[in-house]
């Protein structure tokens, strides 16, 4: 196992500060260039859609850990309401909302409904924004960590890469379907940088600059199955983050909880990889990404290649959002 002095040292060779320029905060987002972009849309043969995106509800993946929640999704209008104004009038209702409600419903036909949602923007489908994780109170591109406050984060937010889109080239890495012995990649086999060549190999598909790749480890599939979200399965060992900055990768997202393995490679320190794409390399980390049939299409045609369209929402000083990607082919 390595150590914290290997760990920085990883960190400095990866590092992409300063590259794009001392203000940037787009990270290797900027390696998505309108050429990439366009020569992304060209992927799309047949009008096949596949959303990547889970359940926001009830019945998600969080819950396991006490420090997020499930969606907690409530109604906050329903037009059946209107019977009890128009049965008990306005008058009755000292609640000023229902005061304000019996003028659109009282007397007449009109009806709606509304909802609200209450989340952690961690619940389900998301993107880690560049501002999620740090260490050694700087954040990527040199940004002080203290620039993440209780208004929410003045620099590296998911609002700073709105502008991205983001779209650009996927490519589907199916690691559990490589391996072939089972659906699901179990706690303590990691995958490592070879591994990841192997399997763009048999799949016959080059990784290039400004792709987001999406590798699958089965998790979201076996998770539909247990509804247990506390089983963390295997994911990248932290050593694949030279591997995508090798590449030029520009993001990269996988259908488990953390992306990388959950069982640290780095003594005396938990998620080695996301401190390097994060706030070293400037990348973003897509988590919980349903890549069941879209893994299912590749395999059937062999193309692991396709147009992806994930843009968060624009959450002021937000450190991550949630995400309904589209992979289309
Ligand atoms: C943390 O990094 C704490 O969480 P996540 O795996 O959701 O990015």
Redesign the pocket.
Known sequence: MAGLTEFRRVGEEVRNWGRWGADDELGTLNLITPEKVAAAAGLVRHGKVFPLGVDFGSSGPQGAFQF?HNPIHTMTVDGGDADTLARYGPQWARNIVAQQLSDFFVDNPFRFNDDMIVMPL?AAT?W?ALS??YYDDQLYNGFPASSVTSFGAFHCGIDKVDGKGITSRGVLLDVVAHRGSGTFLELGTPITRDELDEVARAQQVTVSPGDIVLVRTGWWGRFRQTGDGSEPGAGLDWRCATWLHERQVAAVAADN???EDPVSGVEGTF?PM?MLCLRDMGMM?G?YWDLEALAADCAADGVYEFQLVAPPLRVTGGV?SPVNPIAIK
């Open positions: 997020r961690q998301q880690d999620h994780v909880l953390m992306v998620l996301h980390l988590e991550g």
